[in-house]
């Protein structure tokens, strides 16, 4: 019977003497880096997949190369780079030349911007806005009253098409940026080639969600 939850959010050692650090770490009664060997065994599998394998080491070295000041010692790097840049070297490291973005409708600025980007680093770019299709609310049994614009002619966000169409334009990396809740995971379901995302959407904070959780304890301290 399982008694332990993994929780890992909630380990009560700092993050040097962790388990999960070093082989002489910490570790809570529900680390799985300390309970879960079998996984771990099978996950080393997965790597062996020569495709998997170089995706990985591409997205290590990135990782690494997002920091400078590295002859200092780890206390002492700092970032170097925004995401977007660190998308485009990754995409170049794994030779990808076409691109799918997709995009909310409520981004379709952004998303022009970030087009050009992408294009003037000479990669291909298919992109799909989230209301593709011209499918009505009402196809998912929306009702009129939870609709934006009441009594209007809607279309839905759509994206398993929105996965769908970049599938069969047969793009090698997806960016997605801008979806919402619950679209995103639809859309990273159905999606065939390996995606990251770019942003998240965030009506509120202006795609910020974390502002929230960085004042929990005084604005949002109601989320608690």
Known sequence: ??????????????????????????????????????????????????????????????????????????????????????TIEFAHKMKYKRLGLVFCVGLRKEAKVVENIFSANDFEVVSVICKVGRIPKEQIDVHDSQKISVGQFESMCNPILQALVLNDEKTEFNILMGLCVGHDSLFLKYAEAPCTVLAVKDRLLGHNPLAAIYNIDSYYRCLK
């Open 1 to 86: 019977m399982k008694t332990h939850i993994i929780n890992c959010a909630q380990c009560p050692f700092d993050m040097p003497d962790r388990l999960c650090k070093k082989e002489t770490g910490k570790a809570p009664a529900f680390c799985p880096t300390q309970n879960k060997k079998e996984l771990i065994d099978r996950c080393l599998e997965e790597y062996q997949d020569r495709n998997i394998l170089e995706f990985a080491k591409q997205a290590s070295i990135q990782e690494g190369e997002g920091y400078g000041q590295k002859e200092l010692g780890y206390a002492h790097v700092k970032p170097i780079k925004p995401r977007i840049l660190e």
